[in-house]
């Protein structure tokens, strides 16, 4: 079908055919570096053999491969922690819920395995790359922060740059299936059509597999710096930058067509890619890896190697050397285990003496060894092993932190990558986070969290930094014996410096989780027996206190009973001593009033009853209960 070439058409051509001008440019000049990305990849998978005749050794002992897988579980070991930095005073209470945030997107986008993998592609070849998009059609549209690995051979920079920052243009090369580009942009399926790939270094696939229905897709993000007049309300015309983010164009070069063309979607306006690198060069874009360093010293020891196993071959199975007349059949003497050979008398069948390996292979075999060893950076105490005489385990912590000297200057890179795109992927979350969202996160002991985070949780801006070494592996015995040593060492409040909590982190038990609730249901037990135990002690105090009160309001009664019958007996002696006659009462016969056990003296009931009626009213004034008294004595 014959497409009309109207003005827009043509100036679709001629974006499509800039990105591709771009694109050919950044190619060329990456081919250097290209085939030397190829000899390194190689190189770790130990595809390195040569070509040789079938009776040579072809044998490859891959220490590249042993030296990178040595590195990259030490650089791996801890999941990096995020400390989340608030630029303002309100961000101060929001720190907590960023951070469980940034946790909670590590783990869903799975970056356990993406983080090892990228950084694999960093020690073989220097660089890794993560591509961090936002994806409005994830999650039944509510959208989430996608971080995808890029590899380094589809991704092309500006020549000129040296950081992502200040590269000028970028682009990201595919091949993607034709029916998946129709179903992306529909208005442009009737210009687009598949093919086969023509740009190998851009797919993973065998090169004697044919491949069909395939697009090349340049996505080129570049600066723009075109601008726009823009009528103000006045009527005055005013300059704008058309892009002021920068420009995202997606081209189809070889059918020249624009599939979108836009304003970079994000609003940090950075190029939304993060480059790890194994070593950091001034100046130059791509980092070195610690292959491209190894590669001499590997090929040269392959070849060392396969010409002792060659030697070995041949020594171990030395020529015979038979006289014509020795009547021997021909193919007749083998290396057969107790062969029985019969000669002619006079004739001689014999093996010359082989010869010995000259000592100077086997020693440059050692220092070929010893060499790569020194280039990465890995020695046997970075391998946990431990040296010539020393055994303490003090001993070999020191020598394996001194050894991973090296290790944690690549790890102090590597965080700083990942402080970048935790800063980006916050930035991300900022932007399109409209709904509130609800996070579950377990911690170390496998307690799950659950919290929800809002838009408003978000608002505050921060730089994300990731703990220093908090990625470097840790000796775990050796923590754990410090661990219980804290625990059992008390502070200056009473307390021990740590808690159970910071022991279990420690131990190399799956249940952690179920190990504390055990305790703390323990814990619990014991106190509530000991409230029991008081509760009981307490009662028993009670029932005391209440005996010791009735005790003593007893004992009160009767004092107060005593002190009235005193006092009424001193009445009665007053009453007695004005009208008895001049007979004196005795001391018996006075306090025998008072005590209500003790009857009254007849000689005294007969001198009450002598007496007239205005004694008798004076002493019951004085005596208000005498007829008490003496009915009670009756």
Same mark, same amino acid.
């Given at each position: 079908m014959e497409i009309k070439q109207t003005p827009e058409r043509m100036q679709e051509i001629s974006i499509a055919g800039w990105v591709n001008q771009k694109f050919n440019e950044a190619r060329s000049n990456k081919q250097k570096r290209l085939s030397l990305d190829k000899a390194c990849i190689d190189a770790y998978n130990g595809d390195i053999k040569t070509v040789k005749p079938d009776y040579a050794s072809n044998h490859v002992?891959?220490?590249?491969h042993s030296t990178l897988e040595t590195i990259r579980p030490i650089m791996t070991d801890n999941n990096p922690k995020f400390q989340a930095l608030t630029r303002s005073e309100d961000g101060k209470d929001k720190a907590d819920k960023v951070q469980m945030?940034?946790?909670?997107?590590?783990?869903?986008? +799975?970056?356990? =395995?993406?983080? $090892?993998?990228?950084?694999? =592609?960093?020690?073989?070849?220097g660089t890794g790359i993560f591509y961090l998009p936002w994806d409005s059609k994830a999650d039944k549209g509510r959208g989430q922060v996608r971080c995808i690995e890029v590899n380094p051979f589809n991704f092309?920079?500006?020549?000129?740059?040296?950081?992502?920052?200040?590269?000028?243009?970028?682009?990201?090369?595919?091949? *993607?299936?034709?029916?998946?580009?129709?179903t992306l942009f529909p208005k442009k399926a009737d210009l687009i059509s598949g093919a086969g790939v023509s740009h190998d270094e851009l797919v993973h696939q065998n090169p004697d597999t044919q491949v069909s229905n395939q697009v090349l897709i340049l996505e080129c993000w570049c600066r723009d710096y075109t601008y726009i007049d823009v009528e103000m309300?006045?009527?005055?015309?005013?300059?704008?930058?058309?892009?002021?983010?920068?420009?995202?164009?997606?081209?189809?070069?070889?059918?020249?067509?624009?599939?979108?063309?836009?304003?970079?979607?994000?609003?940090? !306006?950075?190029?939304?890619?993060?480059?790890?690198?194994?070593?950091?060069?001034?100046?130059?874009?791509?980092?070195?890896?610690?292959?491209?360093?190894?590669? @001499?010293?590997?090929y040269s020891l392959n070849e060392l190697n396969n010409a002792i196993i060659d030697n070995a071959k041949l020594t171990s199975n030395m020529p015979w050397i038979i006289d014509k007349n020795a009547g021997i059949p021909q193919n007749s003497l083998t290396n057969e285990q107790g062969l029985v050979i019969r000669k002619n008398p006079g004739t001689e069948v014999r093996r010359d003496t082989p010869p010995s390996m000259p000592m100077y292979v086997v020693q440059k075999v050692d220092e070929l060894k010893g060499d790569m060893e020194y280039i990465a950076g890995v020695h046997d105490s970075t391998?946990?092993?431990? !040296?010539?005489?020393?055994?303490?385990?003090?001993?070999?912590?020191?020598?394996?932190?001194?050894?991973?000297?090296?290790?944690?200057? *690549?790890?102090?890179?590597?965080?700083?990558?990942?402080?970048?795109?935790?800063?980006?992927?916050?930035?991300?979350?900022q932007q399109f986070w409209k709904d509130d969202r609800i996070v579950r996160m377990a911690d170390i002991n496998g307690k799950v969290t659950t919290d929800t985070l809002t838009a408003k949780d978000l608002s505050a801006d921060f730089d994300i930094m990731i703990t220093a070494g908090s990625t470097m592996p840790l000796n775990r015995n050796a923590m754990l014996d410090l661990m219980i040593r804290l625990a059992q060492t008390g502070a200056?409040?009473?307390? $021990?410096?740590?808690?159970?909590?910071?022991?279990?982190?420690?131990? $190399?038990?799956?249940? *952690?989780?179920?190990?504390?609730?055990?305790?703390?249901?323990?814990?619990?037990?014991?106190?509530?027996?000991?409230?029991?135990?008081?509760?009981?002690?307490?009662?028993?105090?009670?029932?005391?206190?209440?005996?010791? =009160?009735?005790?003593?309001?007893?004992? *009160?009664?009767?004092?107060?009973?005593?002190? @009235?019958?005193?006092?009424?007996?001193?009445?009665?002696?007053? !009453?007695?001593?004005?009208? +008895? @006659?001049?007979?004196?009462?005795?001391?018996?016969?006075?306090?025998?009033?008072?005590?209500?056990?003790k009857k009254i $003296?007849?000689?005294?009931?007969?001198?009450?009853?002598?007496?007239?009626? @205005?004694?008798?009213?004076?002493?019951?004034?004085?005596?208000?209960?005498?007829?008490?008294?003496i009915a009670n004595n009756s």
């Open positions: 002992s891959n220490f590249i945030a940034l946790n909670y997107e590590w783990d869903r986008e +799975k970056m356990g =395995t993406k983080l $090892p993998k990228t950084l694999l =592609t960093a020690l073989k070849i092309f920079p500006d020549p000129m740059a040296t950081s992502v920052e200040d590269a000028e243009w970028i682009i990201y090369a595919t091949y *993607k299936n034709v029916n998946q580009i129709k309300d006045n009527g005055k015309l005013m300059r704008k930058r058309n892009y002021p983010r920068g420009r995202v164009i997606t081209v189809a070069p070889v059918h020249g067509v624009v599939l979108s063309d836009k304003q970079n979607p994000y609003k940090d !306006g950075k190029f939304p890619f993060v480059l790890l690198k194994d070593y950091d060069v001034p100046f130059q874009f791509w980092g070195n890896g610690d292959v491209e360093q190894l590669l @001499s010293p590997q391998r946990g092993k431990a !040296g010539g005489s020393v055994v303490a385990a003090q001993a070999i912590m020191a020598l394996q932190e001194a050894g991973q000297a090296r290790i944690r200057l *690549k790890v102090k890179i590597m965080e700083e990558c990942l402080s970048e795109l935790a800063t980006m992927w916050y930035a991300r979350m200056e409040d009473g307390m $021990p410096v740590v808690d159970r909590e910071a022991i279990m982190e420690f131990v $190399p038990v799956g249940n *952690k989780q179920q190990i504390l609730e055990r305790f703390e249901a323990r814990r619990e037990g014991e106190l509530q027996d000991e409230a029991a135990a008081m509760e009981q002690q307490l009662e028993q105090m009670t029932e005391m206190v209440e005996a010791l =009160t009735a005790e003593v309001d007893s004992m *009160k009664a009767e004092h107060e009973k005593l002190a @009235s019958n005193k006092k009424e007996q001193e009445l009665v002696q007053k !009453g007695y001593q004005r009208g +008895k @006659s001049e007979t004196e009462l005795t001391d018996d016969e006075l306090y025998g009033i008072i005590d209500s056990e $003296p007849d000689d005294i009931l007969q001198e009450i009853e002598a007496l007239d009626d @205005s004694e008798v009213q004076q002493l019951l004034q004085m005596v208000p209960n005498l007829d008490e008294v």
